[in-house]
């Protein structure tokens, strides 16, 4: 049998998980440095780097262990490279 890792490499992604009600700022710490904000239609938004499908499990069984509903989970598309000034055709 194969090593799956060696076929899906996993890297490092950028996600939004948005859950049903606001949390405190004190729970920040709990989210592994995720940023937490609190939006006006009544969800919190964490965001911010996970380093593997394993680190977002575990972020979403936290998720879970607090009891608020999960509204959805969204994979960011990467930060956009800054371009070289150095190529800007100046």
Not at 27 to 36: A, E, I, P, Q, Y
Not at 60 to 85: A, E, F, M, Q, Y
């Amino acid at each position: 049998m194969s090593d799956p890792s060696a076929t899906y490499p996993d890297p490092p992604g950028r996600y939004e998980i948005r859950l049903q009600g606001h949390l405190a700022d004190r729970w920040t710490t709990r989210f592994d440095g995720m940023t937490l904000t609190a939006a006006s239609d009544g969800v919190t938004v964490l965001a911010g780097t996970v380093a593997d499908q394993a680190a977002l499990h575990g972020l979403l069984r936290k998720v879970r262990d607090i009891g608020l509903p999960l509204v959805s989970v969204t994979r960011l598309d990467p930060d956009p490279t800054p371009s070289n000034p150095d190529q800007s055709g100046e």
